[in-house]
């Protein structure tokens, strides 16, 4: 159990880089937090400037593939492989995969004021389960071609991620590893809600719309 407490803490650490933040205080001397939807993530910085709105979403992403990585060496260093383990190295990955996403939403660096968490699970699970990302990912592009809200592609995309993990992968079928991977679901989701309320007003931002 110390060594699932290490892993948590190291990657809510990692997930709570605000690179969003940093990148646009840096080169343009603003704070992102107050444009836009005053998210850090990727798609608001991108409305103070396109190319730092990609480096934070590789970036973002990246935080959380750090995490799944360390998380599963620190896991065989300790030869933790007895009990519910014996679905290694999913566990500890994928609580690594929370803790990141909990720590990109709430960094104690900005007063817990974080972003959605999209990229850095993204980052996460494509080490732990990457052909569901995949197809994540494509639910994700289909849907914001048709209909062009990046917000509901992000929301079904994820959305669906715990049914697809389940149907792909037999070792999701350990209902600690299904809880941890759905809950981490149901956090982006959650932190979606200011998209939803737009989404079913119809007043949500279209990608590609110009804003007054």
Request: charged share 10%; proline share 5%.
């Amino acid at each position: 159990m110390p060594t699932l407490l290490i892993i948590a803490v190291q990657s809510y650490l990692l997930g709570s880089i605000p690179f969003g933040y940093l990148l646009v205080r840096v080169f343009r001397g603003e704070d992102v937090r107050q444009s836009g939807s005053g998210n850090i993530g990727a798609t608001n910085v991108s409305r103070r400037s396109p190319v730092l709105g990609v480096v934070t979403l590789l970036l973002d992403a990246l935080k959380g593939t750090t995490a799944a990585l360390l998380s599963y060496f620190l896991w065989i260093q300790m030869g933790l492989r007895t009990g519910v383990f014996d679905v290694l190295p999913f566990v500890p990955m994928s609580v690594a995969a929370l803790f990141a996403v909990l720590g990109h939403m709430f960094p104690v660096w900005l007063r817990f004021r974080g972003g959605k968490g999209v990229a850095t699970a993204l980052g996460s699970f494509a080490i732990v389960a990457p052909a569901a990302v995949l197809i994540a990912a494509a639910i994700f592009v289909a849907v914001v071609v048709i209909f062009r809200y990046v917000s509901l592609g992000s929301i079904l995309a994820v959305a669906s991620f715990p049914f697809l993990v389940f149907e792909v992968y037999p070792w999701a079928h350990a209902p600690i590893l299904l809880a941890i991977i759905t809950a981490t679901s149901l956090l982006i989701i959650a932190k979606h809600h200011e998209n939803i309320l737009r989404l079913l007003a119809g007043t949500e931002s279209r990608l590609g719309a110009k804003h007054a």
